[in-house]
């Protein structure tokens, strides 16, 4: 096989040349006294050596080595000859005669002197190109986000535990960016899921080009990206990051001929201060991005250690309590017709009668319940109680309806209609006295998981209304897909409502409510003249402070029968 072999048969030399190249493997033999290569012939690799035989002498093998790979094929070497292991193996580019590289897998077997100094090696190569091709591909699967090709979770924390480990050795002070895109949902649901894909391929590399040389980049989730900063510095520039983030979707993103406004949300978390290692600093950033939200769109929020993490613990561990204390009740509130002074619906608004901090409202534990999953089986308890009074009020011959508000959570529940129905069952309450409150933007960012939900509500009879109409930001297309009943105006309305253009906004929904059939509520109705300039307009379903602030079932019952004429008599007609 080694061609200097006097006693080498050449028959068998041919046949093994077949094999060689049908194989795809080239042999070789480097006596390295002489500092001679040879190679098997006209096959391949070979043929790109020019010649079978070689000067490494000349460095011709070597020169024809990718430059980038030759370092570490002269450590394999080095490693094999200096610890006599059994062979030495390396993968490496070799440059191919049409002046390309092809990948090859060398493995040798080193044959020593008596003195322990090596003689020659002999050793095949063998193509590897299309292995290293799927092994890439298979790498970067693993390792790699297929729609945005960002890295992944996994690559993310790797990376973000050696920044964080170098940081705490050099007094670095890395910063965590939580971003959730507001309104992918609804992309999704106006102009389908390849529209929305787009977007967030958009968004990954707007951002990547935003965050700079040293940042690193992740989709953890469908639309949330975190971004880490390996030295901000501290909260200052970390805010001035914070909002060229923000600054980066200040104009619209072009997919094919649609121009789509997309608006975020950053939560941020900083080492060490927020959290010591990654996964506290992503759920602290987690907890800092909800709140940036929960104060509108497009904004930033730092997390606040001791107010926001341990209040949201502290909220969790006695809810759980609660749940078996039945410490949570309802007050109701009237919803009032103002044109005839009856009751229309009484809405049913949680309590939390906490045995430290007295009556918690809903804004105090509804999120945490929400982010908890508790709002399932408290959303449960609530419903059963606000049913089981109506019932009563039903049989003392009252005659109004229920209405209770929903989270997105509870109707993504798979028997989450089962369950209401078993509940009215159990009440003997109809559907038909049952309304059900859901806020517009709950609706718009889980608009798929929770469709189905809804209109099987509203198959059983069950009405829907939309809670806090107005400031949802949505695109009116998906209402005409939702059987809804009702649309409640948000009080932020009728705060304002001497101001045109908010005035000129409920025009608009009262308009809308008409052509579509929908009854129109407006909420947070304090104010003698905000029920004047609604009933002007055409709005004669209010409630508010006016007419009842949500009071607890007995206090309510002293006001059932008297209705509202004596001050809807007063309104402007
Ligand atoms: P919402 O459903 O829009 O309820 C109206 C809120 O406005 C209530 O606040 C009510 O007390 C308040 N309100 C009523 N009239 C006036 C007024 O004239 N002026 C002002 N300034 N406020 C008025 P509350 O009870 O604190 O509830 C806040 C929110 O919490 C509710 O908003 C609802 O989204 C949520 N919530 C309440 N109970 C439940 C529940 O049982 N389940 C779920 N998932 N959410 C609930
Ligand atoms: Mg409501
Ligand atoms: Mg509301």
Redesign the pocket.
């Known amino acids: 096989m080694i061609p200097e072999n006097p006693t080498a048969d050449s028959n068998i030399e041919e046949k093994c040349l077949k094999f060689f190249e049908s194989s795809g493997c080239i042999f070789w033999d480097w006596d390295s006294k002489h500092d001679m290569a040879y190679f098997m012939t006209d096959s391949g690799t070979a043929e790109s050596a020019e010649s079978s035989k070689i000067s490494c002498r000349n460095g011709l093998w070597w020169g024809l080595m990718h430059p980038a790979d030759k370092e570490r094929v002269k450590k394999a070497l080095d490693f094999c000859l200096a610890n006599k292991v059994p062979f030495f193996q390396a993968s490496y580019r070799i440059k191919t005669g049409n002046g390309g590289y092809t990948r090859i897998m060398t493995k040798g077997v080193p044959a020593y002197d008596s003195d322990g100094c090596m003689e020659r090696m002999t050793g095949f190569h063998v193509d590897v190109t299309i292995q290293k091709k799927y092994e890439d591909k298979l790498k970067r699967l693993i390792n790699y986000d297929f729609l945005t090709n960002l890295p992944n979770r996994f690559i993310f924390m790797e990376n973000m535990n050696k920044v964080l480990s170098d940081a705490s050795k050099n007094g670095k002070r890395p910063a965590v960016f939580l971003l959730d895109i507001d309104n992918l949902e609804s992309i999704n649901s106006d102009y389908g899921y390849a529209v929305g894909d787009c977007v967030l391929k958009l968004a990954a590399k707007t951002l990547k080009k935003g965050i700079g040389e040293k940042g690193m980049i992740s989709r953890i989730a469908g639309d949330e990206f975190v971004i880490l900063q390996p030295d901000l510095g501290g909260i200052n520039e970390a805010a001035k990051f914070a909002r060229s983030l923000l600054q980066l979707f200040e104009n619209p993103l072009r997919v094919h001929e649609l121009k789509l406004c997309v608006t975020v949300c950053i939560g941020i978390a900083i080492y060490p201060e927020n959290g010591n290692e990654s996964e506290t600093l992503l759920k602290n950033a987690g907890f800092a991005m909800r709140k940036a939200k929960s104060y509108g769109r497009h904004g930033f929020h730092f997390f606040e250690r001791y107010n926001e993490m341990a209040q949201a613990n502290r909220i969790q561990r006695d809810m759980k309590k609660a749940l078996n204390r039945e410490e949570f009740f ?2 109701y ?1 009237p919803i009032v017709n103002a044109k005839t002074g009856r009751i229309v619906a009484m ?5 939390w009668a906490h045995p430290e901090r007295g009556i918690v ?3 105090d534990f ?1 999120n945490v ?2 982010e908890t999953n508790l ?1 399932v089986p ?2 449960e308890y ?1 419903l059963r109680n606000a049913c089981r009074q109506m019932k009563m009020w039903i049989d003392r011959g009252l005659d109004f309806c229920i209405s ?4 997105p959570k ?1 109707l993504q529940t798979p028997d989450f209609v089962g369950m209401v129905k078993n509940v009215l069952n159990e009440c003997g309450l109809s559907p038909n006295c049952l309304y059900m ?1 859901i ?1 517009e933007n709950a609706i718009i960012r889980h608009f798929s998981e929770t469709v189905k939900n809804l209109i099987l509500l509203s198959k059983a009879g069950i009405k829907l209304a939309l ?2 109409f107005g400031i949802g930001y949505s695109s009116l297309k998906y209402l005409k897909e939702l059987p809804i009943s009702m649309l ?1 105006i ?2 932020a309305f009728v ?1 304002s409502i001497d101001e045109e253009i908010d005035r000129a906004i409920i025009d608009l929904i009262l308009a809308l409510g008409k052509k579509m059939r929908y009854e129109v509520v407006a ?4 104010l003698r003249e905000q029920a004047d300039f609604l009933k002007t307009m055409g709005c004669d379903l209010m ?4 007419f009842s ?2 009071l607890p079932a007995d206090d309510i019952e002293k006001i059932l029968r008297k209705d509202y004429i004596d001050i809807t008599l007063l309104l402007n007609t």
Do not use: M, W, Y
């Not at 209770?404 to 989270?407: I, L, P, R, T």
């Not at 409630?543 to 006016?546: E, I, N, S, T, Y």
């Open positions: 309802l007050c509130q809405e049913a608004l949680a309590r409202c809903p804004g509804i319940a929400e709002i408290i959303g609530i209770v508000n929903v989270s509870q409150e806020t809670d806090d409640k948000d009080s705060r909420e947070g109705v304090e409630q508010g402070f006016l602030e949500p």
